[in-house]
């Protein structure tokens, strides 16, 4: 049964910082690559970091970009999000996806999220 479970989540005042946690089981974690996005309320699912399998590379978007930083560790079979000075904009709720390319094509679980919350 593939499971991600995401933590750390919660309530963090401007300028503060996060670490969160997606902790992954049921499938082959060092094959796939790994993603956090959120969705904030009433907009769409937004992608904000990006590690290959390997941790060879790594991608963000201009709007987290130095200010979030992914990585995993494959033999706790776990991804993280440390972000730091979070703004109220980093608001939403923080979603783990597990992706592989395969011949038939992508394949995609995902976590149920972990809401975060940025307010003075």
């Known amino acids: 049964q593939v499971q991600l479970v995401e933590s750390g989540g919660g309530l963090v005042q401007p300028g503060g910082s996060l670490r969160l946690s997606c902790a992954a089981s049921?499938?082959?974690?060092?094959?796939?690559?790994m993603r956090w996005y959120r969705q904030a309320p009433g907009k769409e699912r937004e992608l904000v970091a990006h590690?290959?399998?390997?941790?060879?590379?790594?991608s963000y978007p201009d709007s987290v970009k130095g200010r979030f930083t992914i990585s995993r560790d494959n033999a706790k079979n776990t991804v993280y999000l440390q972000m730091n000075s979070l703004k109220p904009e980093d608001t939403a709720v923080y979603y783990c996806?597990?992706?592989?390319?395969?011949?038939?094509?992508?394949?995609?679980?995902w976590g149920k999220g972990t809401l975060v919350s940025v307010s003075s």
């Open positions: 049921g499938f082959t974690f060092s094959s796939y690559a």
């Open positions: 996806n597990a992706r592989r390319l395969g011949v038939g094509g992508a394949i995609d679980y």
């Open positions: 590690i290959s399998s390997n941790s060879g590379s790594t």
